[in-house]
């Protein structure tokens, strides 16, 4: 009976000791987690402030290079033309079309987007090329077999007016 006593306070304290020693354990890993979920929060929002610090410098480069004749959206979704720079940062913008313009006085801060000017559209031609018999194109491995075939032109279709019906 004195053994069983001894060995169940025996496995009491050293399971009490295991226990304080992982519950101890527990709470250090608990607070290296937290403190790292911490740093790279703080580490995302020092590099995502430098990113819009950098945009906001370049919309306000933009904003200051703007001149007469240059297309702007505001951030009421009006779509116009810089007619003329007043002072203080205040621009006469023409909205509408040219028979019935509006012109509008805005802020500088009420610009939303600066439209660039397009670079002149390339011409991209409608037909291709014909095709040289001379060009051979081989794969690897294989012996060169080229088979020709012929491209059946289809008649063209012609409309006919009514004065030609009537002619006719």
């Known amino acids: 009976m004195i053994y069983n006593i001894l060995a169940d ?3 009491t304290s050293a399971t009490q000791s ?5 519950a101890l354990s527990g709470n250090w890993t608990m607070y290296i987690f ?35 004749g240059d ?17 203080d940062d205040m621009f006469v913008v023409k909205t509408g079309s040219d028979e019935h313009p509006g012109y509008v006085t805005i802020d500088k801060n009420t610009i939303a987007h600066i439209f ?7 011409e991209v031609p409608t037909e291709l090329p014909p095709a040289q018999d001379d060009e051979v194109f081989e794969q690897e491995g294989e012996e060169s077999a080229v088979e ?10 012609t409309v006919q007016t009514e004065e030609e019906k009537e002619i006719q």
Request: proline letters at 4%; a neutral charge; aromatic letters at 8%.
């Open 148 to 157: 020709t075939t012929e491209t059946s032109e289809q008649p063209e279709t």
């Open 34 to 68: 937290l403190g790292v979920i911490l740093l790279l929060f703080i580490v995302y929002m020092v590099f995502s402030r430098r990113r819009s610090k950098k945009q906001e410098q370049e919309f306000e480069s933009l904003i200051s290079a703007l001149k007469v």
């Open 71 to 87: 297309r702007i959206l505001t951030i009421g979704r009006w779509y116009g033309e810089i007619v003329e720079i007043l002072p």
């Open 18 to 22: 295991a226990a304080q020693t992982s």
């Open 9 to 11: 306070s025996t496995t």
């Open 116 to 122: 660039k000017e397009q670079p002149a559209a390339v």
